[in-house]
């Protein structure tokens, strides 16, 4: 006869003890939730997490039913703990953008952020020490600084794109874009940031870490040895590290006096004539946030901004492109008048300006398909959003970006350039509603560069290659990766339309 476990006379209690916390965790949710539209019963401590994970489109698209069916704007949902507020409302969106200070809202840019790129991100600094860090980064985006990238790029995406068609005629079929647009923005990042300073080798690395990070984004935040969360972890510490290796190598460049190269030559030459300022004024004290490990980081946070984004704008350029042929002419035909491919000259900053309705076509691409549809801030106080709802301490806020590119333009479903013409201006007179690179402290510092990249992008790509979609069921539809690309990684046959490629200087 088996004796009883230890365990059998505490299963009663257990068990209730189990039923009574799935108890408290729903009437906390439902007091925080109040009348705000969400699910009524949420899974014991998952909630919702599997159906964000599993279909990321589908959820937020019911996040944003949800919020569709009340005045508020607004919806409510559950996430391994956390309890999320989801926005649509544009005005509500800005009122969260202009409160991001230590006794309102924090910027967390991923629901798990904090835990993935530490704890001193650029993305969490706030207040003074936030504005003075601005202020140092401006230099590497100034009108020259800028010129030098964009000639960096274009000997990026020129390679690149030879290399697309050789692929698309081994092939003989369509070939998916998202991975080689990823890998070519990889490529301009990291020679756009670090140019001379990465080897082959650490190029290699870097391109491996990178890819673990990715995956990393869109996992649980299950920090266990060989799950892709720790995976993405370690590899970000590996990333900021070797960042911070290309610091100290540009800080020994720039004090020899040598031209800058890439980004982080105009921000060290900055630093080293402020260092300089100082020290004439008796000052010998290294300036805050100058330390090559802090650098790294902010250029990883740069990184991460840059190659995702980028990689979505790029893959909706070449599909909306596709299905609006009318569009694709009008920026061939512009780009023909100002730049030839037979030239073998880099498109020259004045020669960007002039493309107006390219650069209309690259903000329309950005409004119609924001890259980061969703912008986290986590509530540090009990928040009065509304006259009629306080979003509860610790809740995470998720500003609809996507949803506001949506209100206020006129025919806002309608891929239409011309919005961002001289003549009807939409993107001035709809600026709240534009939020693509966000708004607030925390605006995106490198939009300038980000537009010149998908105009180039398009410039290049409409002028130099034939193209035509793989249309299929469903292939245009919104897969979140973690930025949003086409369902089908925009599938597309390819091949040589210019005479010959351009030979550019020096390359």
């Known amino acids: 006869m088996s004796s009883a476990s230890p365990l059998t006379p505490l299963l009663p209690y257990i ?12 009437i906390k949710y439902i007091s925080k939730k109040r009348s705000i539209p969400g699910p009524s019963v949420v899974l014991p401590f998952i909630g919702n997490a599997i159906a964000l994970v599993r279909n990321p489109t589908k959820f937020w698209d019911q996040q944003s039913s949800l919020a569709k069916s009340t005045t508020a704007g607004l919806s409510v949902n559950y996430i391994i703990g956390n309890f999320i507020v989801f926005i649509r409302d544009t005005e509500l969106s800005h009122k969260v953008f202009a409160n991001v200070r230590p006794d309102a809202f924090r910027l967390v840019g ?88 990465l080897t082959p080798k650490a190029r290699q690395s870097f391109e491996r870490d990178y890819y673990l990070f990715n995956v990393g984004l869109m996992k649980l935040p299950v920090d266990l040895p060989g799950m892709a969360f720790r995976n993405a972890r370690l590899a970000v510490d590996r990333l900021a590290g070797t960042l911070a290796t290309c610091t100290a190598m540009s800080k020994k460049r720039m004090e020899n006096g040598e031209e800058p190269s890439c980004l982080i030559d105009y921000w060290m030459q900055d630093t080293l004539r402020e260092i300089a300022e100082a020290q004439l004024a008796g000052d010998t004290s290294p300036p805050p946030y100058s330390s090559d490990a802090e650098i790294g980081g902010y250029l990883f946070d740069f990184l991460f901004a840059a190659q995702d984004a980028s990689t979505s704008s790029l893959l909706w350029a070449v599909t909306l492109l596709d299905s609006h042929p009318d569009v694709l002419a009008r920026v061939r035909d512009e780009v023909a008048g100002i730049w030839s491919p037979e030239s073998d000259e880099l498109i020259t900053t004045d020669q960007l300006r002039e493309m107006r309705y390219t650069q209309a076509v690259a903000r329309e691409v950005v409004r119609f398909r924001p890259p980061a549809t969703l912008v986290p801030h986590i509530a540090a106080v ?9 979003v509860p301490k610790g809740a995470i806020v998720f500003p609809s970006v996507y949803e ?64 035509k979609r793989d249309r299929t069921d469903g292939c245009d539809d919104i897969a979140y990766v973690p930025t949003i690309c086409p369902k089908d990684d925009c599938r597309v046959f390819l091949s040589r339309r210019c005479v010959r490629y351009p030979s550019f200087p020096g390359h």
Not at 15 to 26: A, Y
Not at 157 to 181: D, E, F, G, M
Not at 462 to 467: C, G, N, P
């Open 15 to 26: 068990t209730c003890f189990i039923i009574l916390l799935v108890l408290v965790e729903q």
């Open 110 to 197: 991923h629901p798990f952020g904090k835990k993935l790129f530490g704890e001193h991100n650029l993305i969490y600094m706030m207040g003074q020490d936030h504005k003075n860090l601005r202020r140092r980064i401006a230099p590497n985006f100034t009108p020259r600084a800028l010129s030098t990238y964009t000639a960096l790029q274009q000997i990026t995406i020129l390679n690149h794109l030879k290399s697309w068609v050789q692929l698309s005629h081994k092939a003989q079929a369509p070939i998916p874009l998202r991975v080689l647009a990823r890998d070519m923005n990889l490529e301009t990042s990291q020679t756009v940031f670090v140019g001379p300073y």
């Open 382 to 390: 009990d928040f009065p959003l509304t006259e009629n709802y306080v």
């Open 404 to 467: 506001s590119s949506f209100q206020g333009f006129p025919e806002p479903d309608r891929f239409d350039p011309d919005r961002f013409s001289e003549e009807r201006q939409e993107d001035q007179i709809y600026k709240r509603n534009f939020l693509a690179f966000g708004a607030g402290a925390h605006q995106c510092v490198g939009q300038r560069y980000a537009l010149n990249h998908l105009v180039l992008f398009i410039a290049m790509f409409a002028s130099l290659i034939d193209f």
